[in-house]
């Protein structure tokens, strides 16, 4: 068997590209895995009752869509807005290619708000994106979230009983949870709603900023059921 | 994805999507004219699977909305919603349709409607009534499509309209049957207590489902025998259902619905009854809380703001701008450096002036005394730094000044004190008493002479908290911790700077005077500031363990005493003695030790050290007065806290500055950080801080103001009349 040397090195260049794709994928695997556990034990006993408004925001551990890991508890002394969110939702969409989640997540991060947008959409869902696909998709909408994490298992969903997508909690900088709900006022698909509508957490961060209690700081959050792994 | 069914251009009575088959339907059995009774509605076939929402949705999805556009004189009723099932997805429930549902809606004809001439009338040229509906409609399986449709119908005016009879036959079947009594609904911890009485008797004993129609409410996923229970009382249905963790409904009434499982449904049979409950109890409170920002919290935000425009990477934001950075590390040099003024840091002053006034004129000896000093300073701020981070870390809510919540830490600083103090007065040698090789050590080399007594004086700052430090550590503590142990070692440098440059600048060197006899003199005068500081101590350990802690402690430092005296004796009478009075330590340690380590119930401290005027602090008490308009004004303190004790004894004292307190109805309160208490850590790092003193002024709906450390009299009067 002859093989010219400029095949060779590339069959072994090729070989090389591929095992270091396969333990790429492999340590994301073990730290996602690692992470999953982590996060198990740090929400614990509060699995099934998930806090309500006034309460202490669980702490979880999550990795995400670019492979760095983030805790709760290290944005202690912050305001930190979590979305949940999945592209495949038109609600979601709804929220997104009108602008107004982005400008939301904007507003928010130009005052020093930490914004984690959550994906608890199971891997066996028709519409689970890849953390990159993910990643992609938020680019192309020119989101503006801090970090984007995953959580395919669903253990920070089920711990804040995040029902749909879009849900929105604020955390407050004690780790109070300050706000749970919609991302506004009119629960409907239509774009053209959101003109009219109440932006809950602009409203709650202006209150919060201004110093004054928070108005409306649990309303019914709107959209499609998270896809949560039976 | 479409997001609407995408229609012809005329409107017709069908829609249909990929998910759902829809048709305007209507029923006019006797026509439409006053008074006949006249329905229309839509009518929804789903894809298997696929299902559409009721008025509550449960957990996600949106009832279906129908908008009609009549001519004058008709006007619709609300949806006679059909009795839907629930649908669970997962661990969250739905309560919904599959299948066929028709959504039936009545019409109104008044005697003002005016039919339209029959020439202009649509399709055979009856006389009829045009109907339009918009409707939307959100359709799911796992997956949501949110559709809407466009549905016109010529109702004929004359005549009978019943080609849908069966299918409103069917809708008016699976309606709830009013019940003749409301029943009741109470609130009762985080569960609703239903009753409903009524229900034909063949249904009692049946296992019934429960829709609320106020969604938000309850738990929607609960199960019926796990999550929830409900019994039969003779002729009476009880449940208790858990309420929702997010509850946002807080209804006086409840209309709901009870169900017959499909099993126990009966043709020809109510399948359903519906109540309209009045709730009583109270509903648990919501706590609104106020996300304060405090000050320093703000300061960063609007750092953050400038250089958000700047960030680069998401993963990198929880990284400080470096020009912050900068100014913390300015900040944390001029607090240590005035450290050295505040009144803790006096007996450490007292050994360095001594140790200076031993080495007058060698001045390489001062040089390397002014390094070793500033090495034990920078390395015992590392070293605290590093132990609290790595306690933070690991989830303790620890602050500045923690060490000293131990009792256990209180009491060995006493004994050192002591230790010190009887040296000092000449009761002992280093060198004679202890036979350790440590101590001859430290005697005989006095580059670690010096390097412990800056070991020293960070122990004895460490309590005390400077302007500029408490914003320094706070900041501190949110950081990457290589950053924040530079800022620790900035303090560190900060505290050792005086000396420093006394070593280094000969000429304020030369200002100390000559060595004489005199020395014997200052050495014996700084007892007292020892033995004073073993004072203050004695006095925080009774904060703590209270009188019978105090009590051993002084008796073991007399028994420590002794021992040292015992060792500086000679020949067989100090083996003699020594071994006696450790034997008599020993057994007193023993059999009272205990009582040191003891802490006493928080509640006898807040009765004896807070008088009438202060009230103990805790976040249900601000948020409960400032809900009341009332400002408050809270006091973070601990009695090992000197600084504290001061302000505490000066301006809080001061009769001027608490008749503006009176004047402006302001609540005071007062937040003993004596002991470990992580509610009171936890309200210091929302403030930007993690040591006492801390005083704080929040009136509702300001910012909360922040006071500096060294409580100033006219500051306070000023904060109190912007108010």
């Given at each position: 068997m002859?093989?010219?040397p400029s095949?060779?090195?590339?069959?072994?260049?090729?070989a090389?590209?591929?095992r270091?794709?396969l333990?790429r994928?492999s340590r994301r695997a073990v730290?996602?895995?690692?992470?999953?556990?982590?996060?198990t034990f740090l929400?614990?006993n509060n699995?099934?009752?998930?806090p309500?408004?006034?309460?202490?925001?669980?702490?979880?551990v999550?990795?995400?869509?670019r492979g760095?890991k983030?805790?709760?508890?290290d944005?202690?002394g912050?305001f930190?807005?979590?979305?949940?969110t999945?592209p495949?939702c038109?609600?979601?969409?709804?929220h997104?290619?009108?602008g107004n989640m982005?400008?939301?997540?904007?507003?928010a991060?130009?005052?020093?708000v930490?914004w984690l947008s959550?994906?608890?959409?199971?891997?066996?869902a028709?519409?689970?994106l890849?953390?990159?696909?993910?990643d992609?998709?938020?680019?192309t909408q020119k989101a503006?979230?801090t970090?984007v994490l995953m959580d395919e298992d669903g253990?920070i969903?089920?711990?804040?009983?995040a029902?749909?997508?879009?849900?929105?909690?604020?955390i407050?900088?004690?780790?109070?949870?300050v706000?749970?709900g919609?991302i506004?006022?009119?629960a409907?698909?239509?774009?053209?709603?959101?003109?009219t509508?109440t932006n809950y957490?602009?409203?709650?961060l202006g209150e919060?900023?201004?110093g004054?209690?928070?108005?409306a700081?649990?309303?019914?959050p709107?959209?499609?059921?998270?896809?949560y792994?039976? | 994805?479409?997001?609407a069914a995408q229609?012809a251009s005329?409107?017709?009575?069908?829609?249909t999507?990929?998910?759902?088959?829809?048709e305007l339907?209507?029923?006019a059995?006797e026509g439409?004219?006053?008074?006949a009774?006249?329905w229309?509605g839509?009518?929804?076939t789903?894809?298997?699977e696929?299902?559409?929402?009721?008025?509550?949705a449960?957990?996600?999805?949106?009832?279906?909305?129908?908008?009609w556009?009549l001519?004058?004189?008709v006007?619709?009723?609300?949806?006679?919603w059909p009795?839907p099932?629930?649908i669970p997805?997962g661990?969250?429930?739905?309560?919904?349709y599959e299948?066929?549902v028709?959504?039936p809606?009545?019409?109104?004809?008044?005697?003002?409607?005016?039919p339209?001439?029959a020439s202009?009338?649509?399709?055979?040229?009856?006389?009829a009534?045009?109907?339009?509906?918009?409707?939307?409609?959100?359709?799911?399986?796992?997956e949501?499509?949110?559709?809407?449709?466009e549905?016109?119908?010529a109702?004929?005016?004359q005549?009978s309209?019943?080609?849908?009879?069966?299918?409103f036959?069917?809708?008016?079947?699976?309606?709830p049957?009013?019940l003749d009594k409301?029943g009741?609904?109470e609130?009762s911890?985080?569960n609703?207590q239903v009753?409903?009485e009524?229900l034909?008797a063949?249904?009692?004993?049946?296992?019934l489902?429960f829709f609320?129609?106020?969604?938000e409410l309850i738990r929607t996923a609960?199960v019926?025998g796990?999550?929830?229970t409900q019994s039969w009382?003779g002729g009476?249905?009880?449940?208790?259902l858990?309420l929702?963790d997010?509850r946002s409904?807080s209804?006086?009434?409840?209309?709901l619905?009870?169900?017959l499982?499909?099993?126990?449904?009966?043709?020809?049979?109510?399948?359903?009854w519906?109540?309209e409950?009045?709730?009583?109890?109270t509903w648990?409170?919501?706590?609104v809380p106020r996300a304060?920002?405090?000050?320093?919290?703000q300061?960063?935000?609007?750092?953050?703001?400038?250089?958000a425009a700047?960030?680069i990477s998401p993963a990198?934001l929880?990284?400080?701008?470096a020009?912050?950075f900068i100014?913390?590390l300015?900040?944390?040099?001029?607090?240590?450096?005035?450290?050295?003024?505040?009144?803790?840091?006096?007996p450490?002053?007292a050994?360095?002036v001594?140790?200076f006034?031993?080495q007058a004129?060698?001045?390489?000896?001062h040089r390397k005394a002014g390094?070793?000093?500033?090495?034990?300073?920078?390395?015992s701020?590392?070293a605290l730094?590093?132990a609290?981070?790595?306690l933070r870390?690991?989830g303790?809510q620890?602050g500045?000044g923690?060490?000293?919540?131990?009792p256990?830490?209180?009491a060995?600083?006493a004994?050192l004190f002591?230790?010190i103090g009887?040296n000092l007065?000449?009761v002992?040698?280093?060198?004679?008493?202890?036979?350790s090789?440590?101590?001859?050590?430290?005697?005989?080399?006095?580059?670690?002479?010096?390097f412990?007594?800056?070991v020293l004086?960070v122990v004895?700052?460490s309590?005390?908290?400077?302007p500029?430090?408490g914003?320094?550590l706070?900041?501190?503590?949110?950081?990457p911790?290589t950053?924040a142990?530079?800022?620790?070692?900035?303090?560190g440098?900060?505290?050792?700077?005086?000396?420093l440059?006394?070593?280094?600048?000969?000429?304020?060197?030369?200002?100390?005077?000559?060595?004489?006899?005199w020395m014997g003199t200052?050495?014996?005068?700084?007892?007292?500031p020892m033995?004073?500081?073993?004072?203050?101590l004695?006095?925080?350990?009774?904060q703590?363990?209270?009188?019978d802690g105090v009590g051993?402690?002084?008796?073991?430092?007399?028994?420590m005493?002794?021992?040292?005296w015992?060792?500086?004796?000679?020949?067989?009478?100090?083996l003699?003695?020594?071994?006696v009075l450790?034997?008599?330590?020993?057994?007193?340690?023993a059999?009272?030790?205990r009582?040191?380590?003891?802490t006493?119930?928080?509640a006898?401290?807040?009765?004896?050290?807070?008088?009438?005027r202060?009230?103990p602090?805790?976040?249900?008490?601000?948020?409960?007065?400032?809900?009341a308009?009332?400002?408050?004004?809270?006091d973070f303190?601990?009695a090992w806290c000197?600084?504290?004790?001061y302000?505490?004894?000066?301006?809080?004292?001061?009769?001027?500055?608490?008749a503006d307190?009176d004047g402006?109805?302001?609540?005071?309160?007062?937040?003993d950080?004596t002991r470990r208490?992580?509610?009171i850590?936890?309200?210091?790092t929302s403030?930007?801080?993690?040591?006492?003193?801390?005083y704080?002024l929040q009136a509702?709906?300001?910012?909360?103001v922040?006071l500096t450390?060294i409580?100033?009299?006219?500051?306070v009067?000023?904060a109190l009349?912007a108010?």
């Amino acid at each position: 068997m002859s093989l010219s040397p400029s095949s060779d090195s590339r069959s072994i260049r090729a070989a090389r590209h591929a095992r270091a794709a396969l333990s790429r994928a492999s340590r994301r695997a073990v730290v996602a895995a690692a992470v999953a556990l982590g996060a198990t034990f740090l929400i614990g006993n509060n699995a099934f009752a998930a806090p309500a408004v006034g309460q202490q925001a669980p702490d979880f551990v999550a990795v995400d869509t670019r492979g760095a890991k983030h805790k709760l508890s290290d944005f202690a002394g912050k305001f930190v807005v979590l979305e949940w969110t999945n592209p495949g939702c038109p609600f979601v969409r709804k929220h997104y290619n009108s602008g107004n989640m982005p400008a939301t997540q904007k507003a928010a991060t130009a005052q020093g708000v930490v914004w984690l947008s959550v994906n608890s959409t199971e891997r066996a869902a028709s519409d689970y994106l890849q953390p990159a696909a993910l990643d992609t998709w938020m680019k192309t909408q020119k989101a503006a979230p801090t970090a984007v994490l995953m959580d395919e298992d669903g253990v920070i969903g089920q711990a804040y009983g995040a029902r749909t997508t879009p849900h929105i909690f604020i955390i407050d900088p004690k780790g109070m949870l300050v706000y749970a709900g919609g991302i506004d006022s009119i629960a409907s698909a239509r774009p053209d709603d959101i003109k009219t509508a109440t932006n809950y957490v602009n409203q709650a961060l202006g209150e919060a900023f201004g110093g004054k209690p928070i108005s409306a700081a649990s309303t019914r959050p709107y959209g499609c059921s998270v896809k949560y792994k039976s | 994805m479409p997001a609407a069914a995408q229609l012809a251009s005329k409107p017709g009575a069908v829609v249909t999507t990929p998910h759902v088959r829809a048709e305007l339907v209507a029923h006019a059995p006797e026509g439409v004219a006053p008074g006949a009774p006249v329905w229309v509605g839509l009518q929804i076939t789903h894809q298997p699977e696929w299902h559409t929402y009721w008025k509550n949705a449960g957990d996600s999805g949106l009832p279906t909305e129908l908008n009609w556009t009549l001519p004058p004189g008709v006007s619709t009723g609300d949806i006679a919603w059909p009795v839907p099932r629930k649908i669970p997805v997962g661990n969250l429930a739905n309560y919904g349709y599959e299948g066929t549902v028709l959504l039936p809606v009545p019409l109104e004809v008044s005697s003002n409607f005016k039919p339209p001439l029959a020439s202009l009338g649509i399709g055979s040229g009856a006389s009829a009534l045009d109907i339009r509906l918009k409707a939307t409609w959100l359709v799911c399986r796992k997956e949501c499509i949110p559709e809407e449709g466009e549905f016109t119908l010529a109702l004929p005016l004359q005549g009978s309209t019943a080609l849908h009879k069966a299918e409103f036959d069917a809708a008016q079947a699976a309606q709830p049957q009013p019940l003749d009594k409301p029943g009741t609904v109470e609130v009762s911890g985080n569960n609703l207590q239903v009753r409903l009485e009524g229900l034909p008797a063949a249904v009692q004993g049946k296992t019934l489902g429960f829709f609320p129609e106020t969604p938000e409410l309850i738990r929607t996923a609960a199960v019926s025998g796990k999550d929830w229970t409900q019994s039969w009382q003779g002729g009476a249905w009880t449940a208790t259902l858990p309420l929702a963790d997010q509850r946002s409904a807080s209804p006086t009434t409840l209309p709901l619905v009870v169900a017959l499982a499909e099993a126990d449904r009966q043709p020809g049979q109510p399948i359903a009854w519906r109540a309209e409950a009045p709730v009583s109890g109270t509903w648990p409170a919501a706590a609104v809380p106020r996300a304060e920002v405090s000050p320093a919290l703000q300061a960063a935000l609007a750092a953050n703001a400038a250089n958000a425009a700047a960030s680069i990477s998401p993963a990198e934001l929880p990284a400080q701008p470096a020009g912050t950075f900068i100014v913390a590390l300015l900040g944390a040099v001029l607090g240590g450096l005035l450290l050295n003024l505040m009144p803790c840091v006096f007996p450490i002053l007292a050994i360095k002036v001594l140790g200076f006034a031993r080495q007058a004129g060698n001045r390489s000896a001062h040089r390397k005394a002014g390094l070793a000093y500033t090495a034990g300073v920078m390395l015992s701020f590392l070293a605290l730094g590093g132990a609290m981070l790595a306690l933070r870390a690991a989830g303790a809510q620890l602050g500045w000044g923690f060490q000293l919540q131990s009792p256990a830490v209180v009491a060995a600083l006493a004994a050192l004190f002591t230790l010190i103090g009887l040296n000092l007065a000449g009761v002992f040698e280093f060198g004679r008493a202890a036979p350790s090789s440590v101590c001859s050590a430290q005697a005989k080399h006095p580059i670690a002479n010096d390097f412990l007594s800056g070991v020293l004086a960070v122990v004895i700052a460490s309590p005390c908290t400077a302007p500029f430090m408490g914003v320094s550590l706070g900041f501190a503590i949110g950081l990457p911790a290589t950053q924040a142990l530079l800022l620790f070692a900035a303090l560190g440098l900060g505290l050792a700077l005086p000396y420093l440059v006394a070593g280094f600048v000969p000429a304020i060197a030369r200002l100390l005077p000559r060595p004489g006899p005199w020395m014997g003199t200052l050495r014996r005068l700084l007892a007292f500031p020892m033995f004073a500081t073993v004072a203050w101590l004695v006095w925080v350990l009774g904060q703590q363990s209270g009188i019978d802690g105090v009590g051993t402690l002084l008796a073991l430092l007399v028994c420590m005493a002794a021992i040292v005296w015992a060792l500086t004796l000679r020949g067989r009478t100090r083996l003699v003695i020594a071994a006696v009075l450790v034997a008599f330590t020993a057994v007193l340690t023993a059999a009272i030790g205990r009582n040191v380590l003891q802490t006493v119930e928080p509640a006898r401290l807040a009765s004896s050290s807070a008088g009438q005027r202060w009230q103990p602090w805790s976040a249900e008490r601000v948020a409960e007065l400032m809900g009341a308009g009332q400002p408050v004004f809270i006091d973070f303190t601990a009695a090992w806290c000197v600084t504290c004790q001061y302000n505490k004894k000066a301006t809080l004292a001061d009769a001027e500055v608490l008749a503006d307190f009176d004047g402006k109805k302001v609540a005071m309160l007062r937040a003993d950080w004596t002991r470990r208490d992580p509610a009171i850590t936890a309200a210091l790092t929302s403030l930007g801080r993690s040591g006492v003193p801390l005083y704080v002024l929040q009136a509702p709906g300001k910012p909360p103001v922040v006071l500096t450390e060294i409580l100033g009299k006219n500051e306070v009067r000023a904060a109190l009349a912007a108010l």
